[in-house]
């Protein structure tokens, strides 16, 4: 008996399974090069340029997530990292700050794509990630200006407000806004403008939502920047003022972007490669508004694929018929109770002069976990 053709079947076989195998490594390391992230900064020690001992690797080619663009401006502007990672870091904070009390709480899962695969979603989500991530860079940039920390920058060199009175000095040290919007702008948006998606498909419709969405943040910390002053003069008499331009705190920044997400708007890819209404009854989205392209997974169950970690051992408010409420934050599936202790400040004292004196009291709490 003939066993050849026997034979050439099962090498064709072996071969499409080994086809096989290497296309789906393939498309393996495609998703993870795509999932890395400047974001990843926020989890990388970076030393400041001067601390490298001559030999030692450049700076730019250990910082892993950066795009082609992004390690061009590294290498231009090496003091700055630190910094870009001190905002991401700040905007990941307040990301997981303001999704709190919601299914989807904004966490992190390692250290290349940060949050993982539901970043793949155009949800609202990750519009507000996108949005809160730039202004994080605005803000610290900004503030490394003023601090004299960058080379290539200082104060802030704004115009006098005209509606500030005459004798009012203008000229203190203020935080450079512009410079942190400018510089933010070239970096974050970077690896958005390298990508060279087909005019019209769903990949472009993504490139599009990111930067319209990164553009919100930075206009965030820059509409909401505003005049600071100092008094001057005999005790305290306020006969004089100095003033300079200063950066809102973050939470507010963080506040007004958790309006922005509330108000999102649902965006599709038009016949002119453009983003456009889902709904027309709408008013176009302005440079400060977020948009999505995907609907958002409801996230209460984990999914591998979608990315979404599930509610499954989330604290849980019993009472509240909010987001943070049993009911709502465990999906419907129940919830466990449990007892801890709870330790807390109490029964403070002032005593002059001049602190505060505190008793440590324990209490028993009851808990409620999600099942």
């Known amino acids: 008996m003939d066993n050849r053709p026997v034979r050439r079947r099962r090498t064709g076989a072996v071969r499409h399974l080994l086809l096989a195998a290497a296309f789906l490594a393939c498309s393996s390391q495609l998703l993870a090069v795509d999932a890395n992230s400047w974001w990843s900064l926020a989890l990388t020690p970076i030393q400041r340029p001067e601390m490298y001992i001559i030999g030692a690797q450049p700076l730019c ?3 892993s997530g950066l795009s082609q663009g992004q390690r061009k401006l590294c290498q231009l502007y090496q003091d700055h990292m630190i910094y870009i990672g001190d905002g991401a870091k700040t ?15 904004c966490s992190t899962v390692d250290n290349t794509s940060v949050f993982g695969r539901v970043m793949q979603i155009g949800s609202r989500e990750t519009a507000f990630t996108y949005a809160v991530s730039a202004a994080g860079v605005v803000n610290a940039i900004s503030r490394a200006c003023r601090e ?14 005209r509606d500030l009175p005459r004798d009012w000095l203008w000229g203190g040290c203020g935080d450079n806004v512009h410079y942190g919007y400018r510089f933010a702008r070239e ?24 930067l319209q969405n990164n553009e919100a943040g930075r206009q965030a910390v820059y509409n909401l920047a505003n005049v600071a002053c100092k008094c001057h003069g ?16 973050f939470r507010r920044v963080g506040e007004f972007l958790k309006e922005k997400y509330d108000s999102a708007a649902a965006m599709r890819i038009g016949r002119k490669g453009k983003l456009e209404l889902v709904d027309k009854r709408f008013n176009t989205p ?23 970690l599930g509610t499954q051992g989330r604290l849980c408010n019993k009472t509240s018929e909010g987001m943070d409420g049993c009911e709502l934050m465990c999906c419907g599936r129940g919830y466990d109770q449990f007892k801890t202790y709870k330790h807390e400040r109490c029964h403070c004292k002032f005593h002059w002069c001049c602190y505060v004196k505190c008793k ?7 808990q409620f976990v999600c099942k």
């Open 286 to 308: 302005t440079p400060e508004d977020l948009v999505y392209i995907d609907p958002s997974p409801d996230y209460c169950l984990r999914n591998e694929t979608t990315g979404s």
């Open 61 to 63: 080619s250990q910082l």
């Open 187 to 210: 970096f974050v948006d970077a690896r958005e403008r390298e990508k060279n998606y087909p005019r019209g498909s769903p990949e472009h419709a993504r490139t599009l939502m990111n």
């Open 234 to 249: 005999v005790s305290g008499s306020c006969s004089l003022k100095t003033c300079w331009l200063q950066l809102a705190d």
């Open 148 to 161: 004299g920390e960058l080379s290539t920058c200082g104060c802030s060199r704004a115009a006098r407000p």
């Open 91 to 105: 905007g990941i904070k307040e990301c997981q700050y303001q999704f709190r009390q919601r299914r989807w709480n």
């Open 360 to 366: 440590r009291c324990t209490t028993l709490v009851d």
